[in-house]
Nanobody, 116 residues
Framework: QVQLVESGGGLVQAGGSLRLSCAASGSLFSRNTMRWYRQAPGKQREFVAGISSEGTTNYALSVKGRFIISRDNAKNTMSLQMNSLNPEDTAVYFC??????????WGQGTQVTVSS
């Protein structure tokens, strides 16, 4: 089981940037597919970005070109660089690990608030 802790959330003005980090404990981090999700008030949790164990990335259309996902397997960390933020990006952001053997782990989330 992977333990995940997000950090880096906060309040930022529209057009600004934030960098989220996800620190993982436990073994086999490098073999997990890692993803960011977000959940805005009153809305369902949605996929934001993902990165495979080989480093292949994919993004939701709403963030493509603005957000960059990365991972550092040596440090058991994953990051999400968020640029050109707008109020619609306001949400709690969660990191998640998906094991190649089945199962997933989730962090507690970090709040991102973008003011107009």
């Amino acid at each position: 089981q992977v333990q995940l802790v997000e950090s880096g959330g906060g309040l930022v003005q529209a057009g600004g940037s934030l960098r989220l980090s996800c620190a993982a404990s436990g073994s086999l981090f490098s073999r997990n597919t890692m993803r960011w999700y977000r959940q805005a008030p009153g809305k369902q949790r949605e996929f934001v970005a993902g990165i495979s164990s080989e480093g292949t990335t994919n993004y939701a259309l709403s963030v493509k070109g603005r957000f960059i996902i990365s991972r550092d397997n040596a440090k058991n960390t994953m990051s999400l660089q968020m640029n050109s933020l707008n109020p619609e990006d306001t949400a709690v952001y969660f990191c998640a690990a998906f094991s190649p053997f089945g199962g997933s782990s989730w962090g507690q989330g970090t709040q991102v608030t973008v003011s107009s």
